[in-house]
């Protein structure tokens, strides 16, 4: 059997924010796994987060790939989610000079990329400062 193309085996957590809580460490997994890198444990639960979370870093795109120069400057950062989950994403409608660490975020549903020749559409979640 063929593997699903990569845009839908991505719908749980781009889509949806899907996560896994693991039961012994409270480690919350983005996008979901099935072993806690912890300790191994493999009892969680499935969560959706809250889509709020908070700058941890970040750094400022000036020369991107063809596929993003057009938006060039832009800002990158490493979130934490409420929930504790962590996932680097663009950070969009702001000035990239005004994102800083420790700033607050909320994820939106927007347009990511257009793959390959096909033209596919991917969307996903960006970070905007809330």
Not at 38 to 48: A, C, L, Q, V, Y
């Amino acid at each position: 059997m063929a593997n699903s193309p990569r845009y839908t085996r991505e719908i749980p957590h781009r889509y949806r924010l899907e996560a896994q809580k693991f039961e012994k460490s409270g480690h919350v997994a983005f996008p979901r796994r099935y072993v806690d890198p912890t300790n191994g444990d493999r009892k969680s639960e499935p969560i959706t987060l809250s889509g709020f979370g908070t700058i941890l870093s970040y750094t400022s795109i000036n020369i991107a790939a063809d596929d993003y120069a057009r938006q060039t400057p832009f800002a990158i950062a490493i979130i934490e989610t409420e929930e504790g989950a962590r996932l680097t994403t663009q950070v969009i409608d702001c000035d990239y000079k005004d994102v800083k660490i420790g700033a607050r975020v909320q994820l939106v549903f927007r347009k990511i990329m257009e793959e390959g020749a096909s033209g596919i559409i991917n969307y996903g979640y960006k970070a905007i400062l809330v």
